[in-house]
């Protein structure tokens, strides 16, 4: 064992035991200044960890077993808490006994179904934030939830618990999932760790459970048969990826308008026409008379009623003169700016491409990122896809926005609120690294030539006997 790899190790090792033992003892949400500490403290223990180890020059395979026992053992550790920052799962697990049961969670607001049926009664419904709300979580995840429901009741263990280890297995798929697109890219596979063993990542995914981990492992398979250039496949997997978690859509032009650059318009279309069948395909066994008001009845509500860490939406409302609990609510005015200004910022995101691999995927991650910062929630976990894609092209931005993020946890702390300070003291550093990864990802793009016009080149076979081609990246 070389030095650098028994300093990651040993980084690793007390990180867990750290967040094990805080995990059992108190939940986040009552102790949260401690929590932040600890989150803070682990990521630069885990920084230093991994930055020692990949001075020692691991192989690519030891590199890629070491990143995935480290994120299980992070996650596992995590897995010890109580889901206290987000009710979440207590939803994951009412539909998954719903599901398992017979019950279409599309049909059914929670409240009318206490008493109906096995795991449907008071205790569970108090733990739900949303009681008066249809389920808004797409297919793919019902099945998971459903699967997770039946493991739990098969093996005595919690449903929660059930759910958000699934919910970590998944993630590490993610994690894998990166490495082999960190080779695709010709980018250092190290990369990933920023991801894996992010603190941030391994308290969200498995001990708060998001469903947004299911969706991105899907996400990531789309990206690399986009990056072959296997449109229908790529599409496939985005289908997929919706299906999991609908805020995968927003990506879906980008996807489109990539391969069209690299290929053409024609050759390109299966991509769209994939990710719609799947997605479609994926609803057609809840199809009801009920099912598109009831998911359209739930979003409305969701993105009218809620608010949360959003700069933007709080900023302008200001600037309108709304004063809360004092004047009426401008949103009527607002909104609808905001949405154009998304829809903007996608077709801009989507339409720059010029058939590069590396602005492809950067266009990923700054699509999520322009989604998130014109919304009227910002949940910390929402930032997991860009996270992930933002791993994928240089820059600090996203990485050290997620280490800022647990700052609007604070709101829960005992008389907390949300704060114009806390807000600033998580974007305000963020926009300033962002607009420096902006200015070197442009000097970078002034000094490679364009990406060339796509052509017919002659195919080549890789060392696994696949016939490829050589491609600009």
């Known amino acids: 064992m070389t030095r650098g790899s028994a300093a990651a190790l040993g980084a690793v090792g007390v990180v867990a035991i750290a967040t094990a033992a805080f995990a059992w003892s108190v939940p986040a949400r009552d102790a949260l200044p401690a929590w932040i500490g600890l989150v803070l403290a682990s990521a630069g223990a885990l920084a230093l960890g991994g930055w020692a180890w990949l001075r020692s020059g691991p192989t690519p395979r030891a590199l890629l077993l070491g990143a995935l026992a480290g994120a299980a053992a992070l996650r596992l550790a995590a897995l010890c808490a109580p889901p206290s920052l987000s009710d979440d799962v207590h939803r994951y697990v009412w539909d998954g006994a719903l599901g ?6 599309y049909a059914h607001r929670p409240r009318d179904l206490v008493g109906r049926a096995e795991g449907l009664d008071e205790a569970a419904l108090s733990a739900l934030n949303s009681p008066d709300y249809y389920s808004v979580y797409p297919p793919l995840a019902q099945l998971s939830f459903r699967a997770a429901w039946g493991v739990s009741a098969l093996i005595g263990a919690p449903a929660e618990r059930v759910t958000r280890g699934g919910l970590a297995l998944a993630d590490l798929l993610t994690v894998w999932a990166l490495f082999a697109l960190l080779g695709q890219l010709g980018r250092p596979r190290g990369w990933a760790l920023l991801y894996a063993w992010n603190p941030f990542v391994f308290w969200e995914v498995a001990a708060g459970g998001h469903s947004e981990a299911l969706m991105l492992p899907l996400l990531l398979f789309a990206v690399r048969d986009a990056l072959d250039e296997r ?13 999991a978690k609908l805020t995968a859509l927003i990506v879906a032009p980008i996807f489109l308008v990539f391969l069209a650059r690299r290929l053409d318009a024609r050759r390109a279309a299966p991509v769209a026409l994939a990710s719609f069948a799947v997605l479609a395909g994926s609803f057609a066994p809840f199809a009801s008379d009920v099912l598109w008001p009831h998911l359209r009845e739930s979003l409305a509500l969701y993105a009218e009623r809620f ?7 709080y900023a302008a409302r200001d600037l309108l003169g709304y004063v809360e609990g004092v004047t009426p609510p401008v949103d009527g005015a607002l909104m609808p700016w905001l949405t154009a200004a998304t829809l903007g910022w996608l077709m801009l995101v989507a339409l720059a491409q010029d058939g590069g ?12 990122v322009g989604y998130l910062l014109l919304s009227r929630v910002i949940h910390p976990w929402y930032v997991l896809p860009p996270l992930a894609l933002a791993v994928l092209v240089p820059g600090f931005s996203l990485p050290a926005l997620s280490l800022l993020l647990p700052l609007s ?3 829960y702390a005992p008389g907390g609120r949300e704060s114009a300070d806390v807000i600033a003291a998580q974007f305000v ?15 970078a793009e002034t000094k490679r030539p364009p990406a060339p016009a796509r052509t017919e080149p002659a195919p080549r076979v890789t060392p696994a006997g696949r016939v490829g081609y050589d491609t600009d990246v």
């Open 231 to 243: 449109p229908a496949r790529a599409g496939l997997w985005l289908g997929l990826a919706a299906s």
């Open 307 to 313: 608010s949360f860490n959003a700069p933007i939406y």
């Open 100 to 105: 398992a049961q017979g019950l279409d969670p």
């Open 357 to 368: 691999r590396r602005r492809f995927v950067g266009a990923l991650a700054a699509a999520f």
């Open 409 to 411: 946890y604070l709101r």
């Open 429 to 443: 550093p963020f926009a300033a690294l962002a607009i420096v990864d902006l200015t070197r990802g442009w000097l």
